[in-house]
T-cell receptor, first 112, second 112 residues
């Protein structure tokens, strides 16, 4: 099956720990994106990548880091510098020539 | 009726009625728009898109209307079903931009 997967679905961490969220796609999409969604809110862009080994900050990149070593994978690390990390994290991908983004199922991160 | 929730506008409709979800977009230069549907705990799913050279586009049971004069987008769902209950987001972008910009969303509740 073609698609975009995120793991795990639920993640719990203690404050002060870094945590990495996985995002994998087998759609052969060039672009990948990470969004954060808080309850009752829209999607806010954290980072995006248009091509392997290149990525750009979105609107709320502080406290996050990413890598794009492979076309299929775009992991997001939530660092201890992120002041309010508890949220629902969504990964998306798209063809380079398209704005239609395909979303993964999301990872709900809870930090206590 | 329509009311403002904690952060999210809400719309409640009877099963079988038509639904109209509205979105005011922010950038007059935006020329491409997408509607997404997000069910609880899941990632958003593409519903329909429209380019700024069109005023109306129809899909299966859905119609999107674009009024560029007042920067307004609407999604009409015909014969609303319980499975349509979800949060609906509009997203905008302009040709050449690297990303979509998402609205806050509207929660649609279908009453059986």
């Amino acid at each position: 099956d073609g698609g975009i997967t995120q793991s795990p679905k639920y993640l719990f961490r203690k404050e002060g720990q870094n945590v990495t969220l996985s995002c994998e796609q087998n759609l052969n999409h060039d672009a990948m994106y990470w969004y954060r969604q808080d309850p009752g809110q829209g999607l806010r862009l954290i980072y995006y990548s248009q091509i392997v080994n290149d990525f750009q900050k979105g609107d709320i990149a502080e406290g996050y880091s990413v890598s794009r070593e492979k076309k299929e994978s775009f992991p997001l690390t939530v660092t201890s510098a992120q002041k309010n990390p508890t949220a629902f994290y969504l990964c998306a991908s798209a063809l380079k020539s398209s704005y239609e983004q395909y979303f993964g199922p999301g990872t709900r991160l809870t930090v206590t | 009726g329509e009311s403002v929730g904690l952060h999210l506008p809400t719309l409640s409709v009877q099963e079988g009625d038509n639904s109209i979800i509205n979105c005011a977009y922010s950038n007059s230069a935006s020329d491409y728009f997408i509607w997404y549907k997000q069910e609880s705990g899941k990632g958003p799913q593409f519903i329909i898109d429209i380019r700024s050279n069109m005023d109306k586009r129809q899909g299966q049971r859905v119609t999107v209307l674009l009024n560029k004069t007042v920067k307004h987008l609407s999604l009409q769902i015909a014969a609303t079903q319980p499975g349509d209950s979800a949060v609906y987001f509009c997203a905008e972008t302009k040709t050449g931009a690297n990303n979509l910009f998402f609205g806050t969303g509207t929660r649609l509740t279908v009453i059986p």
